[in-house]
């Protein structure tokens, strides 16, 4: 084979070689390109996935250790006279407008301390008829203006005064001991919630009716 026809035979098959790759080509670019990405459908059965419950929230913190437990005599609205009352002697009667949070045999010397039920300034701090000493404080409970009312308290063991605020959960002070604290009552804590912003400190009112304008701590828990 003389080098003429070589580069003759080289040549052709370096053109067969261009003329593959642009048949390739041109196949290749024939083809229906891939749809665009599209969401998975799930099957009609599936189901969306359930979201986790939320921890229920208490509306109020409570105002002493262990509350719950220590509402063993005077609950919200229990009627009481000197003849049925569970604490005896008793020198009052009607509906009760709050609750009594008592203490124990063992605490009877022991500095007890009580708590805000919510956030709210102090209005009130002062001795009055039936608490001995009682604070009084401003706060918004569901979706509404009160004031809170705190009695049998000692006075020296709160710091804070009129006009000061007070969060939810923080301690106020100490439970009153002495008679001129619990002006001769027990010792024990009593919590009040009056609708709206005048101050009210009843302990007791006459008619059933006229439990409307309290609110029950233990109903907010």
């Known amino acids: 084979m003389t080098n003429r026809q070589k580069i003759g035979l080289i040549v052709l098959i370096f053109i067969l070689l261009i003329a593959a790759v642009i048949s390739a080509h041109l ?33 109020l913190a409570d105002p002493i250790a262990d509350a719950q437990s220590r509402i063993t005599k005077k609950p ?24 009594d949070f008592e203490t124990t045999p063992a605490e009877a010397d022991a500095a007890i301390p009580f708590y805000a039920i919510c956030s709210g300034n102090i209005v009130a701090k002062r001795t009055a008829s039936g608490y001995g000493a009682v604070l009084v404080q401003a706060c918004n409970i569901a979706d509404q203006p009160v004031t809170v009312i705190y009695g049998h308290v000692s006075l ?26 619990t002006d001769g009552e027990r010792k024990h804590l009593h919590v009040g919630i009056h609708k709206g912003t005048a101050i009210n400190i009843l302990g007791y009112v006459q008619k059933p009716a006229d439990l409307d304008g309290w609110l029950d701590w233990q109903k907010l828990q």
Do not use: M
């Open 27 to 59: 196949r290749s670019g024939s083809q229906t390109p891939p749809p665009p990405d599209v969401p998975v459908q799930q099957p009609e059965d599936a189901q969306a996935p359930t979201p986790s419950p939320t921890a229920s929230i208490k509306t």
């Open 76 to 99: 919200f609205g229990i009627h009481i006279t000197p003849a049925t009352s569970p604490v005896q002697p008793e020198r009052f009667s009607g509906y009760h407008t709050g609750t």
């Open 156 to 181: 020296q063991s709160i710091a804070k005064n009129i006009g000061d605020a007070l969060a939810a959960g923080e301690q106020i002070g100490i439970l009153g001991h002495s008679p001129d604290e």
